[in-house]
């Protein structure tokens, strides 16, 4: 048979062992209670702290401040406001909320609660910072000429992204008369936090420093080249082994009328569709990129597939097919629906894909990013 126990004594007994600084005052003001936490911070007893008020032990420059916060408690804590309190050896300040039940003002504070916050505070504005910085490192604006054209569709699923895609025209210089070469790139880095966002604008760097470094104007384009050069440097890099980096390049040689792709670690296959009759997943890929793989097993080859006009190619992120809605994938939906709109204008692919996402989507929270990226050639 269990021991009769007083409550109020089991419940002092809590309050005293956890650390918060807690007094509880009456309407007037006078101290009824205080915990352990606060007893030790102000230098004075239970007792001692019993016949006083709570504004015996403000400071006289904070006392103005001290009524109007008590004179204006609810029964919603209060903002944190600091105070200057008067313990028995010296003066101290303590950040502190109130808030009234029972008629009874209860007056807390920790100061780790208010590190958290300032905490808080200063990652959100580095959140802010590196958002606008990832978004920056998309492209403003991605080819679209009377021989080839582009569009994007980008949402992360969080304030940042792990996904990042460029597209863009090759610069041979002098020679530029004489080709003309784009290149496309989705890269989807682990995770969709502040560091995965920052390892993304690396592989778009990376992937832009080889034309500065290794591309020479009239070259012939590898996508295999330019994925061990990445590779090459991000294992210079050390980067922890938790990451992985997928990422799939496609070369569009409009003088050679070939598509040349390489493909790291991308399972979501891009989709090339000639005619209805005729859809080809681009489905030779290798593993994906990172430091816990032997470097020996990081080797890619180049795959080759001829242009022909007015066709299609779907290049995507895994975010935007397996997201999931009322227990279904929209793989099967997005599917039928290029299919169904691979003639339109990569402009009105991307929007016609959007507000079907949309429709499918409801309010379902994006599970990850979402990266597509619409290639087309004109009829002629």
């Not at 799939?248 to 070939?258: G, P, R, Y």
Request: glycine share 4%.
């Amino acid at each position: 048979m269990l021991e009769s126990f007083n409550l109020n004594n089991v419940n002092n007994t809590i309050i005293d062992m956890i650390e918060d600084h807690i007094l509880v005052c009456n309407i007037e003001g006078e101290i009824v209670f205080s915990n352990k936490a606060m007893q030790s911070y102000l230098g004075y007893t239970d007792l001692e702290l019993r016949k006083k008020s709570f504004f015996d032990l403000i400071e006289n420059f904070y006392i103005k401040k001290a009524k109007y916060i008590i004179g204006n408690v609810t029964e919603n804590p209060s903002r944190w406001e600091e105070i200057l309190f008067v313990g028995k050896e010296k003066a101290m300040k303590l950040h502190i909320k109130v808030f009234q039940k029972d008629n009874l003002i209860y007056i807390y504070g920790n100061e780790k609660y208010v590190e958290y916050e300032r905490m808080r505070q200063k990652l959100n504005v580095e959140i802010a910072n590196a958002k606008r910085i990832h978004r920056r490192s998309l492209p403003e604006s991605i080819p679209d000429t009377e021989n080839i054209s582009f569009a994007s569709l980008y949402i992360p699923a969080q304030e940042l992204g792990g996904d990042l895609f460029d597209a863009f025209k090759v610069d041979n210089g002098l020679l530029d008369d004489f080709f003309e070469q784009y290149i496309c790139f989705i890269a989807d880095v682990s995770g969709h936090g502040l560091d995965s966002a920052m390892l993304a604008i690396y592989v778009r760097d990376t992937i832009r420093s080889y034309f500065r470094i290794k591309h020479s104007p009239g070259q012939l384009l590898s996508p295999k080249e330019i994925m061990h050069f990445f590779v090459e440097q991000y294992i210079k890099e050390g980067y922890p082994e938790e990451y992985l980096v997928c990422l799939i390049l496609v070369v569009f040689d409009l003088n050679t009328k070939e598509l040349i792709y390489c493909n790291a670690g991308f399972h979501m296959c891009p989709i090339l569709i000639r005619d209805s009759e005729n859809i080809i997943e681009l489905n030779k890929a290798g593993l994906p990129i990172s430091t816990a793989i032997d470097e020996d097993l990081l080797k890619y080859e180049d795959n080759f597939l001829h242009l022909s006009d007015g066709m299609t190619l779907f290049m995507m992120s895994d975010g935007l097919p397996e997201q999931r809605s009322n227990g279904e994938f929209y793989e099967g939906r997005l599917n039928r629906l290029l299919t169904d709109i691979y003639c339109l204008k990569p402009t009105q692919i991307v929007q016609k894909v959007h507000e079907d996402f949309t429709d499918f989507l409801k309010h379902e929270k994006i599970n990850d990013d979402i990266t597509l990226v619409v290639v087309k050639l004109p009829n002629k």
